[in-house]
Nanobody, 126 residues
Framework: VQLQASGGGLVQAGGSLRLSCAAS????????MGWFRQAPGKEREFVAR????????VYADSVKGRFTISRDNAKNTVYLQLNSLKPEDTAVYYC????????????????????WGQGTQVTVSS
C-alpha cells in the first residue's frame, strides 16, 4: 500500500490543522493506521493509531485531548485533527500502515509499520 500525507503548514500556537493520509488501496478492513512525528534531532515518536478491525484508538499522552484520529473507509483516508497546537508539536508528521495480524502492542512503535507516507511538515509558532 502507498500512502500520501498532506495538510501540514505553519500555524500559530493555539491553532488547528487537519492532516490527511490517502492510501492507494482499500485499507478499511485490512490495515491498522498510525500517525508518528519526528522533530529535528529527535527520534520518530508515536502520536496516534486506529486499529483495523474494531477502530480502537490509542493516543500518546502528549496529544490526548488535543488530537483526534479518524478514518473514512469509503475514501481510504485517515485523518489527524490537531487542535490547541503548541510549539513543541512542531515536527514532520508521518502516516503509516500495518496489515491485520500485527500485534497491537507493536503499533505504538515505528518498527510495527512496514508502510510509510512521505511526511508533512507542521510548524507551530509561539
Amino acid at each position: 500500500v502507498q500512502l500520501q500525507a498532506s495538510g501540514g503548514g505553519l500555524v500559530q500556537a493555539g491553532g488547528s490543522l487537519r492532516l490527511s493520509c490517502a492510501a492507494s488501496e482499500r485499507t478499511a478492513s485490512n490495515y491498522n493506521m498510525g500517525w508518528f512525528r519526528q522533530a529535528p534531532g529527535k527520534e520518530r515518536e508515536f502520536v496516534a493509531r486506529i486499529r483495523w478491525n474494531d477502530g480502537l484508538i490509542v493516543y500518546a499522552d502528549s496529544v490526548k485531548g488535543r488530537f483526534t484520529i479518524s478514518r473514512d473507509n469509503a475514501k481510504n483516508t485517515v485523518y489527524l485533527q490537531l487542535n490547541s497546537l503548541k510549539p513543541e508539536d512542531t515536527a514532520v508528521y508521518y502516516c503509516a500502515a500495518a496489515k491485520y495480524g500485527t500485534i497491537s502492542s507493536s503499533l505504538v512503535r515505528p518498527s510495527g509499520y512496514p508502510h510509510w507516507g512521505q511526511g508533512t511538515q507542521v510548524t507551530v509558532s509561539s
